[in-house]
């Protein structure tokens, strides 16, 4: 069954560290492998990454991280979508890492008031991220097309407390 559209925000409270695997498994897959402190950084980063996408979330979606999509990817209206800038620029540089460890725990409808031209489906993934001492959750979503490959579209560092 699809969850509307505009649910998303409420959702992202139920979710729990163990829907990554045990302690151990979360212990390295919250831990960053790149730095990046502020968008020169991430963009260098990103376009290098670009070329080993596409990536495979935990949950088994494939999405491709266009050359053309890195510059939105760390503008400024993104960066300002995240809680924290460095925490945005940090997700980004490790886009690759948190996407594979990124779920889709629901499935939503489309919103009727975006362009959904061609669109089959846009995914919302959620993966847990070390930052400064606790554990921040990064919002993928990726568009999944009818006639083109799956776009890795957008990326959020969410301030959302995680339960145990």
């Given at each position: 069954?699809?969850?509307?559209?505009?649910?998303?925000?409420?959702?992202?409270?139920d979710?729990?560290?163990?829907?990554?695997?045990?302690?151990?498994?979360?212990?390295?897959?919250?831990?960053?492998?790149?730095?990046?402190?502020?968008?020169?950084?991430?963009?260098?980063?990103?376009?290098?990454?670009?070329?080993?996408?596409?990536?495979?979330?935990?949950?088994?979606?494939?999405?491709?991280?266009?050359?053309?999509?890195?510059?939105?990817?760390?503008?400024?209206?993104?960066?300002?979508?995240?809680?924290?800038?460095?925490?945005?620029?940090?997700?980004?540089?490790?886009i690759?890492?948190?996407?594979?460890?990124?779920?889709?725990?629901?499935?939503?409808?489309?919103?009727?008031?975006?362009?959904?031209?061609?669109?089959?489906?846009?995914?919302?993934?959620?993966s847990?991220?070390?930052?400064?001492?606790?554990?921040?959750?990064?919002?993928?979503t990726?568009?999944?097309?009818?006639?083109?490959?799956?776009?890795?579209?957008?990326?959020?560092?969410?301030?959302?407390?995680?339960?145990?």
């Amino acid at each position: 069954m699809l969850e509307p559209w505009d649910s998303v925000q409420e959702k992202i409270n139920d979710l729990r560290l163990d829907l990554w695997g045990t302690p151990e498994d979360l212990s390295i897959a919250v831990t960053p492998v790149r730095k990046a402190r502020d968008r020169r950084q991430a963009t260098d980063i990103l376009k290098k990454i670009a070329e080993n996408s596409p990536f495979i979330s935990k949950s088994g979606l494939t999405a491709r991280l266009r050359r053309r999509t890195v510059g939105k990817l760390v503008s400024s209206v993104a960066v300002h979508s995240s809680f924290n800038p460095e925490a945005h620029y940090l997700a980004a540089a490790n886009i690759d890492k948190y996407f594979s460890n990124a779920i889709e725990p629901w499935l939503f409808e489309l919103n009727p008031n975006k362009n959904n031209e061609g669109l089959k489906s846009r995914h919302y993934l959620f993966s847990p991220m070390e930052y400064k001492g606790r554990i921040a959750l990064i919002k993928f979503t990726v568009k999944e097309y009818y006639k083109a490959e799956n776009n890795l579209y957008s990326i959020e560092a969410l301030d959302i407390v995680i339960k145990k």
